[in-house]
């Protein structure tokens, strides 16, 4: 599977950004797809989640109710709606896919994305 994020830049503190994940690969019915972020002095953290099949998500407690993630399977792409952004949200995100369910861990994840920087102005 290979992954190709974009959509990251500068925004001010309560404002909104979509990250899209371009994926493509075969028997991605049986993948998950997630983001993660990593910011600077910080560990890769696990912001959100989707299976492929059926579209179960997933989220850290951080986003939850500010960040959806969702997918488009016709255009096989995965994206991170952010809104309500803050300026701990700052980090490079990551789009990464793993066969079977999710697991927030990284280390899990054996396809990984470029990353795109996301920065939040406060």
């Known amino acids: 599977v290979q992954l190709q994020a974009s959509g990251g830049g500068l925004v001010q503190a309560g404002g909104s950004l979509r990250l899209s994940c371009a994926v493509s690969?075969?028997?991605?019915?049986?993948?998950?797809t997630a983001w993660f972020r990593q910011a600077p002095g910080k560990e890769r953290e696990f912001v959100a989640a989707i299976v492929w099949s059926g579209g179960s998500t997933s989220y850290a407690e951080s986003v939850k109710g500010r960040f959806t993630i969702s997918r488009d399977i016709d255009k096989i792409m995965v994206y991170l709606q952010m809104n309500s952004l803050k300026p701990e949200d700052t980090a490079v995100y990551y789009c990464a896919a793993r066969p079977g369910g999710v697991i927030t861990s990284r280390y899990a994840y054996n396809s990984w994305g470029q990353g795109t920087l996301v920065t939040v102005s406060s």
């Open positions: 690969g075969r028997a991605l019915s049986s993948y998950v």
